[in-house]
């Protein structure tokens, strides 16, 4: 007997569901029974045993989990609460973005918006809250940027410290995070797309008329200059997945 496509298809979606549903009854059972990050979960016999479902279905589901940083599971001596970690969420956005550069970057290009919506949002409440020896901070750092476009040394590294210190008032880890998410993701889809040289000059009075707003204390303008340096960020990756 034949079976239809669509009988097959249906078989299939079906089976991504019961998969789903079996995942998120394990980590609200993580929840009800209190567990904290670096926690261990009760064994795959007794996940078996409260969920109602085979061992190996139960195998299947926390390996899932663990691909989606929810737990970690550590071969002789159990399955734990993994702590924070976005490595999962950077590896697939990188794989999305480097694979939109086929279609002319899309993908990548709303990575920049949701980035740049990110920064220009929060700037106004990182500037009430940024103290004196933070703005020191922040200086330092430019001038460390000054130096190395001087020397005429890249400055990746000094860019995504000057971001990081730019939103250090507000003291979210979630946020820093996934500024270095966003970070991690840009600079590999750069990478791919064999950018060519950047204006280091430019780049670095792109940052210091940020920093120079900040210490103003004007939200209007810092927002303002955070818009127009990630327009600029969005049309090297025009000018480049144009080539």
Do not use: C
């Amino acid at each position: 007997m034949t079976v239809a496509p669509q009988a097959v298809s249906s078989a299939r979606y079906s089976a991504q569901i019961r998969s789903h549903a079996l995942q998120t009854r394990i980590m609200d059972l993580i929840l009800e029974q209190g567990l904290d990050v670096g926690d261990a979960l009760p064994t795959e016999s007794e996940l078996s045993a409260v969920l109602g479902v085979g061992r190996n279905t139960v195998r299947e589901s926390l390996k899932v989990l663990q691909a989606l940083g929810v737990i970690e599971i550590r071969h002789g001596f159990g399955t734990f609460v993994a702590p924070n970690n976005f490595s999962a969420l950077t590896d697939g956005l990188v794989f999305r973005g480097r694979l939109s550069l086929r279609h002319h970057g899309e993908e990548a290009m709303e990575l920049v918006d949701v980035r740049q919506a990110l920064e220009s949002g929060l700037i106004g409440p990182a500037i009430d809250l940024v103290t004196v020896e933070q703005l020191g901070d922040l200086r330092l750092v430019m001038e460390a940027m000054e130096e190395a476009a001087a020397a005429g040394e890249p400055l990746a590294e000094l860019d995504a410290e000057f971001h990081r210190r730019l939103y250090a008032p507000l003291n979210n880890e979630l946020l820093m995070n996934l500024m270095d998410v966003f970070w991690k993701v840009y600079r590999q889809i750069h990478q791919a797309l064999g950018a060519g040289p950047v204006n280091l000059g430019d780049q670095v009075r792109d940052h210091w008329e940020i920093y120079e707003a900040v210490a103003d204390k004007n939200k209007t303008v810092a927002a303002e200059r955070l818009q127009r340096h990630f327009d600029g960020i969005r049309q090297k990756l025009k000018d480049v997945a144009a080539r």
